[in-house]
């Protein structure tokens, strides 16, 4: 999709692909303790992340205009 700004089209910004990501680890333990914590289900306790939940949960998304 282009957009027109003062006069000049603009397109849209090239995708960047996602690349894998190594991690290492020192020991079976940690990793399982990594393995445990990506997968879980647990919310992070914290007063910021709380105000961003709710607030997303209360957002109405804008009309569509015509």
């Known amino acids: 999709?282009?957009?027109?700004?003062g006069g000049k089209e603009m397109g849209?910004?090239?995708v960047k692909p996602?690349?894998?990501?190594?991690?290492?680890?020192?020991?079976?333990a940690?990793?399982?303790?990594?393995?445990?914590?990506a997968t879980s289900n647990?919310?992070?306790?914290?007063?910021a992340l709380d105000k961003v939940r709710e607030r997303r949960k209360n957002h109405k998304p804008a009309r569509e205009m015509k």
């Open 30 to 37: 940690e990793m399982q303790r990594f393995i445990n914590y």
């Open 12 to 14: 849209a910004a090239p």
């Open 42 to 47: 647990r919310k992070t306790k914290n007063e």
């Open 1 to 5: 999709m282009k957009k027109k700004k």
């Open 18 to 28: 996602i690349r894998p990501t190594t991690i290492e680890f020192e020991n079976e």
